[in-house]
T-cell receptor, first 112, second 110 residues
Framework: DTAVSQTPKYLVTQMGNDKSIKCEQN?????MYWYKQDSKKFLKIMFS???????INETVPNRFSPKSPDKAHLNLHINSLELGDSAVYFC???????????FGQGTRLTVV | QKEVEQNSGPLSVPEGAIASLNCTYS??????FFWYRQYSGKSPELIMS????GDKEDGRFTAQLNKASQYVSLLIRDSQPSDSATYLC??????????FGAGTRLTVKP
């Protein structure tokens, strides 16, 4: 059973388009995250949610809008995609009272 | 100043040697500290966590924490080629918030 799953794994799209990445975890965790990993491998936190509530919004452009319909899902919608949005986006989750994060397989987004 | 700093490497060690990876962090209120390993094209996976000053050993891995110096390290004994990966230091100020360093790329040469 996949613990944290993201779809799609690869996403190639043109500038200006709107796209979504979905994430689901079956670990029963309360906290979910989105991270962006750039070409230099730096893993930067974008958002964290706890029980569907936004906890961290790390100065991310408002073109990025996370949505958490329930505590097992955290989706990321990106409007008006730009070349600089090209990166690998990782979803992660962690249990209540335990900050250790468990990662999904990543979504490689390429904007052309 | 970056929140979590690591030497990007690459760090190259021969097989069987000890690899030493270092990390410093800026927030004195940080509570929890982690080392993740990331193979090329894969997602990060947790290998060690440490919460109090001192050493913590798990198999060939030893994590060391010095909160006064705001310093975390990871030692890998008897390094194997399969240890070749990027090692990410992560620091958490509280639940729901984990910050990563840029990672150190380790190569273990047979």
């Amino acid at each position: 059973d996949t613990a944290v799953s993201q779809t799609p794994k690869y996403l190639v799209t043109q500038m200006g388009n709107d796209k979504s990445i979905k994430c689901e975890q079956n670990l029963g965790h309360d906290t979910m995250y989105w991270y962006k990993q750039d070409s230099k491998k730096f893993l930067k936190i974008m958002f964290s949610y706890n029980n569907k509530e936004l906890i961290i919004n790390e100065t991310v452009p408002n073109r990025f809008s996370p949505k958490s319909p329930d505590k097992a899902h955290l989706n990321l919608h990106i409007n008006s995609l730009e070349l600089g949005d090209s990166a690998v986006y990782f979803c992660a989750s962690s249990p209540q009272g335990g900050p250790e994060a468990f990662f999904g397989q990543g979504t490689r987004l390429t904007v052309v | 100043q970056k929140e979590v700093e690591q030497n990007s490497g690459p760090l190259s060690v021969p097989e069987g040697a000890i690899a030493s990876l270092n990390c410093t962090y800026s927030d004195r209120g940080s509570q929890s500290f982690f080392w993740y390993r990331q193979y090329s094209g894969k997602s990060p996976e947790l290998i060690m966590s440490i919460y109090s000053n001192g050493d913590k050993e798990d198999g060939r891995f030893t994590a060391q924490l010095n909160k006064a110096s705001q310093y975390v390290s990871l030692l890998i004994r008897d390094s194997q080629p399969s240890d070749s990966a990027t090692y990410l230091c992560a620091v958490s100020r509280h639940d729901n918030d984990m910050r990563f360093g840029a990672g150190t790329r380790l190569t273990v040469k047979p």
